[in-house]
C-alpha cells in the first residue's frame, strides 16, 4: 500500500510529509518505525510500553481520531499528531495525570 504520512515536528511544529509503501496490514507504530529507522531518524515518538494496546502509551491522533497507534490499521493518507496534552517534543506529550 502506499501512504502518505504527515507529522508536526519542531518547536515550529512545521509539517513533514513522507510518502513510502508498507505492507497492506501494517499498524501505525510500524509505519512510525518505518519513518524514524528510513526516512527521518529525528522523529520523535513512544516506544517503551507493552505492544499489545493494553496501556495506552502510544497513543496519538489519526486524522483527528485517538488511537492506539500499536493497534490502529495504516490509512493510505495519515496526519499524525500527538495527544492534547503538553508537547515533550514531535508526538511525544507528558503522561502526567495533573499536567
Given amino acids: 500500500m502506499r501512504v502518505t504520512v504527515t507529522i508536526p515536528k519542531g518547536e515550529n511544529r512545521e509539517l513533514a510529509t513522507y510518502t513510502f509503501t508498507c505492507d497492506d496490514d501494517a499498524r501505525v507504530m510500524q509505519v512510525l518505525h518505518m519513518i524514524h529507522e528510513e526516512l527521518d531518524p529525528g522523529l520523535?515518538?513512544?516506544?517503551?510500553?507493552c505492544k499489545r494496546g493494553s496501556c495506552?502509551?502510544?497513543m496519538v491522533l489519526?486524522?483527528?481520531k485517538a488511537v492506539k497507534a500499536c493497534k490502529a490499521p495504516v490509512e493510505e493518507v495519515m496526519l499524525?499528531?500527538?495527544l492534547p496534552r503538553p508537547l515533550v517534543r514531535d508526538l511525544v506529550v507528558t503522561?502526567?495525570?495533573n499536567a
Fill in 95 to 97: 503522561r502526567a495525570i
Fill in 44 to 49: 520523535a515518538f513512544r516506544t517503551n510500553f
Fill in 80 to 82: 499524525i499528531e500527538p
Fill in 56 to 58: 495506552g502509551l502510544c
Fill in 62 to 64: 489519526v486524522n483527528k
